[in-house]
């Protein structure tokens, strides 16, 4: 049991290069989630999906889109990146939703994606 | 709007030496707090979810309690590997999102 993986672990990009970070779990989790994490702040929420076909926006939404084509997976893509976009992105799922369902709520988080814009 | 903050930023401890970590936060209607633990180069690991004032969780040397406004984090003689940035969240009104902390960085030497 694999839990939540991602790929790739580094990337280097140039300005207006695009790219798309791969999440994927096996733990049959209906929700999943992007956040970026940048020094002195907290996790942030960039999208996240409430099952397959189904994705919404956090709070850090402009400059990336998603796609939630299978359960198992969801993706990350920067279209246009930009060196503001320099972070570490975590993947998470968990098998129920914070706020609406009490209990089994947790995320459980990827390793994490270095990505360095120049 | 929805906010979470930690304190003390960073705290060093030494083996053995009890202390607490808090997280303060204002939420419309708490949903859930959360307690991660972060190690270096690494993605939060999931300790404890709180849900109502009064409620308490234990995990070996780590105790989280719960307020109306806050939350603790209790460890108790702590060891090296006890090191790590130790995240909070909290769902509050916006549904799907956690609010996090910007952690604790606590470290244990012997």
């Known amino acids: 049991n694999a839990g939540v993986t991602q790929t790739p672990k580094f990337r280097v990009l140039k300005t207006g290069q695009s790219m798309t970070l791969l999440c994927a779990q096996d733990m049959n989790h209906e929700y999943m989630y992007w956040y970026r994490q940048d020094p002195g702040m907290g996790l942030r929420l960039i999208h996240y999906s409430v099952g397959e076909g189904t994705t919404a926006k956090g709070e850090v939404p402009d400059g990336y889109n998603v796609s939630r084509l299978k359960k198992q997976n969801f993706l990350l893509g920067l279209e246009s990146a930009a060196p503001s976009q320099t972070s570490v992105y975590f993947c998470?799922?968990?098998?129920?939703?914070?706020?609406?369902?009490?209990?089994?709520?947790?995320?459980?988080f990827g390793p994490g994606t270095r990505l360095t814009v120049t | 709007e929805d906010q979470v903050t930690q304190s003390p930023e960073a705290l060093r401890l030494q083996e053995g030496e009890s202390s607490s970590l808090n997280c303060s936060y204002t939420v419309s209607g708490l949903r859930g707090l959360f307690w991660y633990r972060q190690d270096p180069g690494k993605g939060p690991e999931f300790l404890f979810t709180l849900y109502s004032a009064g409620e308490e969780k234990e995990k070996e040397r780590l105790k989280a309690t719960l307020t109306k406004k806050e939350s603790f984090l209790h460890i108790t003689a702590p060891k090296p590997e006890d090191s790590a940035t130790y995240l909070c969240a909290v769902r509050g009104s916006t549904l799907g999102r956690l609010y996090f902390g910007r952690g604790t960085q606590l470290t244990v030497w012997p």
């Open positions: 998470a799922s968990s098998p129920r939703l914070a706020g609406v369902h009490r209990g089994r709520s947790e995320q459980y």
